[in-house]
Every structure is written in structure tokens, then in C-alpha cells.
């Protein structure tokens, strides 16, 4: 028996997106995925310098911005047929980590784990954490109101199964909180040498326009070191978690390989040991510059 399957929209991914599936007798036989928003920035970028592409191409998304200002620079390097010295490089690469960290926290915590955590259970929390009494408060509050979706973004939610544990729901729902200031935290990282964040304004072919200083170096190894603590007790330990408690689902999907838990190398706190100060050659670099 023959049946199509619609996942319209699919949820969780900037802009709006579709999945159609064709089943006959069990097995898929044919899928189709389409993008269902026209976002227009090829448009937006026809005619304009190419220095505005780094500005604008990040602007694609909130979440994942310097990958995609990146790709713009690199582009140009390419064009112009000129690298960034090691400086840059490094600079580039730690905002870059540090916009990886950042949006596997969210998707982690803010956009996946509530299908996996029961939320529900902070609703008979009977401990003594400030933020998870202050939680079930407005849990309660947002219930007795007349709100159209209260308690939102943690209510309404899909009828399914979800974690049974209920030590391991409380503290993922700590976690969750933990993670909001934990990503803050990882957008101050990239603002370190980005001049801001989630839109950093320093991309340029051939580098940066900001500067390398001890004191930048010392306070993005202090917000490594703060931010690899919360990786090391709660996001790795939550994430295995959860992948045990739906081992089933693993073993049929076998892309769950990319779902396996990141971890921030400390090597990167030694990133700041460089041998110049410049950041960026300009884009009027010599073409007769030695490339790296």
C-alpha cells in the first residue's frame, strides 16, 4: 500500500522549509524537500560592491551568521587572490568556534531538548534553586491565566514520549536557563574580535580590521574557560543522556553520527601566542605577497 507523508512546515531551521515522502509497502521510494521562502539575497547583493557581501550574507541567519560572512571573505581572497596573514587567520577561526559553541548550545537546549525533556515536571518541583522555583511559579501563573498560548516556548507541546527520569528533566530544565547566559556568553566571544555579535562587523578579504591586545587575548581565555565548564558538567552529560534514554531512535537513524556531542578544545586558549600584530594585508594587498 502507497502513501505520501507531508511535513509541512519543518520546524527548527531559519526560514520555511518542507518535507514530502512517497511510502509504498514500508520503504520509502521517493522524497522531496523544497525551500518555500524567497529570501532574496542573491538579489539584494546584484550590483553592489563585493564588500558589502560579508555584511549582507550574514544576515542569511541570527544563529550561524560567520559561517557565512566567511564564506563571503573567502570568496573574495580568492578573487583578489590574497590570504590573510596568521593573525587574521587565527582571529577569524576563533570567531568562528565561538559561533559553533553558540549554536550548539541553542540547538541543543533551545530548539531540540524540550522533545526529549518531560517540562512538565518543574510544575511539582519541591526543591530550593531560585531559578527553577522562579520557573515553576510562572509555569503555574501562565496556566490559571487566560493567555492563548501560556507558558510558552515550553507549552504547547507534541503527545509523545519523553524522558521518564525525573532528576535528569529538572536538571536539563536548569540547564536549559544555564544555557540562555551560556550563549550570550559565546556571542561576547565573537564579539571579542567581531566588534559585535550575532553579526560580527570586522570581516573584511585578507582579515580583520581589529586588533590583537593582551587584554582581548586574557578575556576571550577567560570566557573559554567558563564556557568549557558548562560544556564539561552539563551540555555533554545532558546530550548523552537524552541519546540514552531514545537509544531506539538512534538505531534507525543512522545520521545520528552528526548529532554526537562537541567539545571546545582548550588548545585554543593558546591561539593568542602570535608573532605580529597586523590583522588584515587590505584588499590592496601586493599580488606579489608570499602566500602562507
Not at 134 to 162: H, M
Not at 181 to 203: C, D, I, N, S
Not at 256 to 281: E, V
Request: net charge positive; with cysteine; hydrophobic share 45%.
Amino acid at each position: 500500500m502507497s502513501r505520501k507523508i507531508e511535513i509541512d512546515p519543518l520546524t527548527r531551521l531559519e526560514g520555511h522549509y518542507a518535507i514530502r515522502l512517497e511510502v509504498d509497502s514500508g520503504r520509502v521510494v521517493n522524497a522531496f524537500s523544497s525551500g518555500e521562502m524567497f529570501r532574496g539575497f542573491e538579489v539584494l547583493l546584484r550590483g553592489r560592491s563585493p564588500l558589502d557581501a560579508q555584511q549582507i550574507t550574514q544576515r542569511i541567519c541570527g544563529v550561524c551568521p560567520i559561517s557565512h560572512g566567511m564564506a563571503s571573505v573567502f570568496a573574495q581572497e580568492e578573487a583578489y587572490n590574497i590570504r590573510p596573514p596568521r593573525n587574521g587567520r587565527l582571529m577569524r577561526n576563533l570567531m568562528l568556534a565561538a559561533n559553533y559553541i553558540q549554536s550548539h548550545i541553542i540547538h541543543f537546549y533551545q530548539l531540540s531538548a524540550l522533545d526529549f525533556i518531560d517540562i512538565t515536571a518543574v510544575k511539582d518541583y519541591s526543591g530550593h534553586d531560585p531559578a527553577l522555583t522562579d520557573l515553576r511559579e510562572w509555569v503555574k501563573a501562565e496556566l490559571a491565566s487566560n493567555t492563548i498560548q501560556p507558558a510558552a516556548p515550553f507549552l504547547p507541546r507534541y503527545a509523545g514520549r519523553y524522558v521518564e527520569d525525573k532528576d535528569l528533566n529538572l536538571g536539563a530544565l536548569r540547564h536549559y536557563l544555564d544555557a540562555l547566559e551560556m550563549r550570550a556568553l559565546a556571542h561576547r566571544m565573537v564579539a571579542v574580535f567581531g566588534g559585535k555579535a550575532p553579526h560580527a562587523a570586522t570581516l573584511v578579504p585578507g582579515g580583520l580590521t581589529e586588533r590583537v591586545t593582551a587584554r582581548k587575548i586574557a578575556a576571550l581565555s577567560a570566557m573559554i574557560q567558563k564556557i568549557q565548564a558548562f560544556i564539561d558538567t552539563a551540555y555533554l552529560p545532558d546530550v548523552l543522556a537524552v541519546a540514552r534514554a531514545f537509544r531506539n531512535t538512534l538505531k534507525w537513524d543512522q545520521a545520528a553520527g552528526t548529532f554526537w556531542p562537541m567539545a571546545f578544545s582548550r588548545k585554543a586558549t593558546r591561539a593568542g601566542t602570535i608573532f605580529s600584530r597586523a590583522a588584515s594585508f587590505g584588499t590592496a594587498a601586493s599580488r606579489t605577497w608570499t602566500r602562507p
